[in-house]
Structure formats: structure tokens, C-alpha cells
């Protein structure tokens, strides 16, 4: 299991790594996945924007974007792109602590990454349940260390 952590053309350094990994393969054993290679880069919304265009053809900004490079239904390897200024503005919009959007942010790629889209409103709302259970298995870490 290799999951890494990247930061592109912003400062950023995440907080607790070691225990996200752990959150993160929790996460997937309960779904029943196995993450073989699973990278997470941190980017400013100018640096995503620009792949949302030119991987996507969308012009629009986005707090994520995942490529699923996994070639086994069962098994996760895909890099999942993160914009640090949309998940700050998104925390300060829906009054959160940037920590807790955060960790809904890398939960929600990680679930595209197992197959759960978000375009309907059932979808999203299905999404949305998965996302407030990571958080809160996430949160019980915190509390057990």
C-alpha cells in the first residue's frame, strides 16, 4: 500500500499524514477495496483549473478532480487533485473548520476513486452519507490518540 501526499505551487503541508493513512485504508477495507498507489496533491485553483481544461474540457473551478488509473475494480490507484484555496473558501462558506472540509474533500475523491458518483441528487446525497461517516471515523481517531 503506498499512499502519498503532495503539495503543487501552493505552501501546504498536511497535518497528522501517518493517521489519514490509516483513516484512508480503513475507509476502502470497509468498502471492501485495497489501495495499491494513492496520490493526493494539494494545488491552488489556478493549478486545477487548468487541468479541469485541458483533461476535461471543463472551464470551471472545482475543489477536486480524481483520475482513476486502476486497471482491477477492487483495487484503488488513481491521483486525486485538491485545490486548497476552493476546500478553505468551501469551509468558510459552509462554516466548518478547514480540518473537517478538508477530510470531506479526500474521503470524496477516495469514494469516486471506489465508484460513487455525485451528478444526481440521490448520488450526492449517497455521497454526502459516505463523506459525514469518514469524517466522523476520522474524528474517533482524533479522540483515540
Not at 20 to 28: C, H, P, Q
Request: hydrophobic share 30%; with cysteine.
Amino acid at each position: 500500500m503506498a499512499i502519498h501526499f503532495f503539495s503543487e505551487d501552493v505552501p501546504f503541508s498536511l497535518k497528522e499524514k501517518q493517521k489519514r493513512k490509516k483513516w484512508l485504508s480503513e475507509i476502502a477495507s470497509i468498502q471492501s477495496y485495497k489501495i495499491r498507489d494513492l496520490n493526493y496533491i494539494f494545488c491552488s485553483d489556478e493549478y486545477l483549473h487548468k487541468i479541469n481544461l485541458e483533461y476535461l474540457n471543463h472551464d470551471d473551478y472545482t475543489d477536486i478532480i480524481t483520475f482513476d488509473n486502476s486497471e482491477n475494480p477492487s483495487v484503488i490507484e488513481g491521483d486525486i487533485y485538491i485545490s486548497i484555496e476552493r476546500v478553505n473558501e468551501n469551509a468558510e462558506k459552509h462554516q466548518l473548520d478547514q480540518d473537517t472540509e478538508l477530510s470531506r474533500v479526500i474521503s470524496h475523491g477516495l469514494f469516486h476513486l471506489m465508484g460513487q458518483k455525485d451528478k444526481t441528487k440521490t448520488d450526492s446525497k449517497a455521497m454526502r452519507s459516505k463523506e459525514d461517516f469518514a469524517i466522523s471515523l476520522f474524528e474517533k481517531k482524533k479522540c483515540s490518540t
